[in-house]
């Protein structure tokens, strides 16, 4: 499951995953929820780090406790309606969609500079009964901020990932789901200084001269998420049928020391979450 936001946690104190799990019906015996967010940098806080200063927490409690709930409510559906499927792999990248060409920038703060630039796609298909032949799900997988409203805009939207989801959508039906890879420093085009395409989807978005960037508007978002489903389209065309029957996940815990001061302090003013939440 991904969802259009910053992030969310496992164990907030009143919401996250486990909380959701707890609205789940124990009948339908499922064992794991993989959950990730897109990093939509369009969403209402969830972790705690947009408040009215640095210190104080942007999170509502009521809002994440609906979200708990429509996770579960998505968790179960899904199970209720699980049927046999076919698995299509693609995948593509700026040479070989030139709908992704300069797509992806990088800031100078962190390096190395290198970032992944491929896109992965799978799509399931039904096998059996009605559903034989029709498209079930489409998921993508792509590495970049999804912050092409930037902080200029005050309304929510899921950014270019809502774009991506409709135009899959749309051309194939089913549900479309995005889920963002290891994003690192990437920005979507227009971020920052290093851009260099100023065209998406046939339109013209030129930098403005003083401050080097994009006029970050939903006239300019859309047609990202377009050029960036055309890709998604591309490794799907080009994708190949898996002979993988059965799908298998496979878990380790991971525990990495946090010595940030400054995450430190603001878990202990409750604004962020402990570490072992995250």
């Not at 780090?49 to 429509?70: C, R």
């Not at 559906?77 to 992806?104: E, H, I, Y």
């Not at 400054?262 to 939440?277: D, E, I, S």
Request: proline share 5%; glycine share 8%.
């Amino acid at each position: 499951m991904s969802l259009d936001l910053i992030g969310y946690t496992q164990d907030g104190g009143y919401f996250g995953l486990e909380f959701a799990k707890k609205w789940v019906d124990p009948n339908l015996g499922i064992q794991e929820v993989l959950l990730t967010c897109t990093h939509d940098h369009e969403g209402p806080d969830t972790i705690g780090i947009w408040g009215a200063n640095q210190v104080s927490d942007g999170k509502f409690p009521e809002y994440l406790q609906f979200v708990d709930k429509q996770i579960a409510t998505a968790v179960t559906r899904a199970a209720r309606s699980l049927s046999p499927v076919r698995l299509k792999l693609g995948a593509t990248d700026p040479k070989l969609s030139s709908a992704l060409a300069q797509m992806q920038t990088r800031t100078a703060g962190r390096p190395p500079e290198f970032f992944d630039e491929e896109m992965r796609v799978m799509q399931f298909v039904g096998a059996v009964g009605n559903a034989e032949g029709k498209v079930v799900a489409t998921l993508v997988n792509w590495n970049t901020h999804p912050e092409s409203m930037e902080s200029e805009n005050t309304m929510l939207t899921s950014d270019f990932p809502g774009t991506v989801r409709d135009q899959l959508e749309k051309r194939y039906g089913g549900t479309a789901v995005y889920i963002t890879g290891d994003l690192g420093a990437v920005e979507i085009v227009g971020d920052n200084q290093r851009s260099t395409r100023t065209t998406v989807d046939g339109k013209s978005f030129p930098m403005n001269p003083k401050s080097k960037r994009a006029s970050f508007t939903f006239a300019r978002t859309e047609p990202i998420g377009r050029d960036v489903a055309k890709a998604a389209i591309d490794a799907v065309e080009h994708g190949e049928w898996s002979e993988v029957k059965t799908i298998e996940v496979k878990q380790a815990e991971l525990r990495v020391p946090m010595d940030n001061a400054g995450y430190a302090f603001l878990m202990k003013q409750r604004v962020l979450a402990p570490p072992a939440t995250w």
